[in-house]
Antibody
Framework: QLQLQQSGPGLVKPSQTLSLTCAISGDSVSDNTAAWNWIRKSPSRGLEWLGRTYFRSTWYHDYAVSVKGRITINPDTTKNQFSLQLNSATPEDTALYYC?????????WGRGTMVIVSS | QSVLTQPPSASATPGQKVTISCSTSGADIGNDLVYWYRQVPGSAPQLLIYKNNQRPAGVPDRFSGSKSDTSASLAISGLRSDDEAEYFC???????????FGGGTKLTVL
């Protein structure tokens, strides 16, 4: 059964980097039929897709316009996981962050990590 | 403001049918495909409908989806108290090359 296990700090200082990891069990990050996504939810912005990584003979990445330039999503094939890095965090990045598999919709989600950006 | 437009709230009584709309006119939805999710407070969203009208395994046939032009709908029949949740539509927007969501509709079962 596919499960996504999220980890990472729940508190980040402004201007620092927000980093989260999503460990995959029951599938492979290199699965060439899936994409691995980060999505966040906040009262001000609702559900917001941040980006994805996926493998189709080579690795691809797509990022939301709202965070492009600050975001990196990387696969780690040795640990079968993928990560999110969001640089120059601001209080506007305070949100509940989810990782999710994309395969005919976001069919499996992590449980979510609440991240607060505050000094 | 969300790219996909949903009514903020809906309500109905147990046993009734409720329909939640999603306007996609603010986006260029790739392949005209819309997806629906349900989120109960404290839990991650759950996929209810994919590719406009397909149900994942385990989703009851009380849930159905449809799409016509720039409007998609989620219908829930035989409403139950545990259907009370927030419902979101989503789609791939070719204009921004990314996924976009509706603002969500909070369903109250009276």
């Amino acid at each position: 059964q596919l499960q996504l296990q999220q980890s990472g700090p729940g508190l980040v200082k402004p201007s620092q980097t927000l980093s989260l990891t999503c460990a995959i069990s029951g599938d492979s990050v290199s699965d060439n039929t899936a994409a691995w996504n980060w999505i966040r939810k906040s009262p001000s912005r609702g559900l917001e897709w941040l980006g994805r990584t996926y493998f189709r003979s080579t690795w691809y990445h797509d990022y939301a316009v709202s965070v492009k330039g600050r975001i990196t999503i990387n696969p780690d094939t040795t640990k079968n996981q993928f990560s999110l890095q969001l640089n120059s965090a601001t209080p506007e990045d305070t949100a509940l962050y989810y990782c999710a598999r994309g395969a005919n919709g976001f069919d499996v989600w992590g449980r979510g990590t609440m991240v607060i950006v505050s000094s | 403001q969300s790219v996909l437009t949903q009514p903020p709230s809906a309500s109905a009584t147990p046993g009734q049918k409720v329909t939640i709309s999603c306007s996609t006119s603010g986006a260029d939805i790739g392949n005209d495909l819309v997806y629906w999710y349900r989120q109960v407070p404290g839990s991650a969203p759950q996929l209810l409908i994919y590719k406009n009208n397909q149900r994942p395994a385990g989703v009851p046939d009380r849930f159905s989806g449809s799409k016509s032009d720039t409007s998609a709908s989620l219908a829930i029949s035989g409403l139950r108290s545990d259907d009370e949740a927030e419902y979101f539509c989503a789609g791939w927007d070719d204009r921004v090359t990314g996924w976009v969501f509706g603002g969500g509709t909070k369903l109250t079962v009276l």
